[in-house]
C-alpha cells in the first residue's frame, strides 16, 4: 500500500474523506474563501482608502474655485482687434496697474479707479523668467486705458510695443501694499511715483512674497494668491484651466529670476 500523495484524503470505513495530515514539504493550500463578513470590512476599508484619496483633491478645487470667484472679469479685452502682431513664445501679459480714485477714471472698471502704470509682462517658455517692462503713459496709452473699451488699451500697447498681448490683468495698485503688509516687507509707494520708483518698490514687495520656501508653506501661498485674487480682473478669455496652468508653469519662479526694464516701442 503507497502512501497517500500530499494534499489527497484517506476514506475510513465510514466512507467520510477525511484530509489526509499536511507537512512542511507540501505546497501552500488554496485560502479560505472570503466569509460575508470579510468580504464587507474589505468593502468598507476601499471606501474608506477611496474617501481618503479625494479629500484632498476636493479641498484643492474648492479652494481653486474660491479664488477664481474673487477674480473680476474684462468683458470684450480683444474684441474688434485686427492686424495684431504675431505671436511671440511664452505668454506677454498687459498689466493695468490701478489707483483709487483720480480725476481720469477707467470705464471699464468697477468704482472710480485712475491709471497708475502700464506694463508688460513678457514670460519666457520655460516660466523661470519674467520681464517686467514699464510702458511710459503717454496720453494716448492713457487715454485708451481710460476708455470704455478695454479693446483700446490692448490695441494702443500693441501699436506701440509691436508686441501681441495674450491676456490682460488690471490689478490695484493697494495689492502690493497688502503683500508688504502680510509679508512683512517694510516698503511704501507713493501714488505717481517714476517707473524707477515703482520698480525698487515691486521689487522689494515680490522678494518678500516669492521666498524660496513658499511652496513648503500652503498657507502661505494660499494667502498670497487670494490678496492677489482680490485686486485683480482679468480677460474674459482666461480660461479658469488656463490660469491654473499659467500658475503652475511659475511655480519654480522666484524673485532674482524678475528682471525690471523701460519697455521700447518697435
Excluded: C
Amino acid at each position: 500500500m503507497t502512501a497517500p500523495q500530499a494534499g489527497s484524503t484517506t476514506r475510513e470505513a465510514t466512507g467520510v474523506r477525511i484530509p489526509a495530515p499536511r507537512h512542511s514539504w507540501d505546497p501552500p493550500g488554496a485560502a479560505p474563501p472570503l466569509t460575508p463578513r470579510r468580504r464587507r470590512r474589505v468593502r468598507e476599508l476601499l471606501g474608506t482608502l477611496l474617501v481618503l484619496s479625494l479629500v484632498p483633491l476636493v479641498a484643492l478645487v474648492g479652494i481653486n474655485l474660491h479664488l477664481v470667484d474673487r477674480l473680476d472679469r474684462i468683458d470684450g479685452a480683444f474684441d474688434g482687434l485686427g492686424d495684431r502682431p504675431a505671436a511671440a513664445p511664452g505668454e506677454t501679459v498687459l498689466m493695468v496697474g490701478t489707483r483709487p480714485g483720480g480725476r481720469a477714471d477707467v470705464g471699464w472698471l468697477d468704482g472710480v479707479q485712475s491709471v497708475e502704470s502700464v506694463m508688460l509682462v513678457e514670460v519666457d517658455p520655460d516660466g523661470v523668467r519674467v520681464d517686467v517692462g514699464s510702458m511710459p503713459v503717454l496720453d494716448g496709452i492713457a487715454t485708451s486705458a481710460q476708455s470704455g473699451r478695454p479693446s483700446e488699451a490692448v490695441a494702443a500697447v500693441e501699436s506701440w510695443s509691436g508686441r501681441r498681448v495674450d491676456h490682460l490683468i488690471a490689478l490695484d495698485w493697494r495689492t502690493f501694499a497688502q503683500l508688504a503688509a502680510d509679508n512683512g516687507v517694510p516698503a511704501t509707494y507713493r501714488y505717481g511715483s517714476a517707473r524707477g520708483a515703482q520698480h525698487d518698490y515691486l521689487r522689494d514687495v515680490l522678494e518678500g512674497t516669492l521666498h524660496a520656501e513658499l511652496r513648503k508653506q500652503p498657507l502661505d501661498l494660499y494667502r498670497a494668491l487670494s490678496t492677489v485674487a482680490g485686486g485683480a480682473a482679468v480677460d474674459d478669455e482666461w480660461s479658469l484651466l488656463e490660469m491654473d496652468r499659467f500658475v503652475l508653469h511659475l511655480r519654480d519662479l522666484r524673485s532674482a529670476d524678475i528682471t525690471f526694464s523701460r519697455a521700447m516701442p518697435r
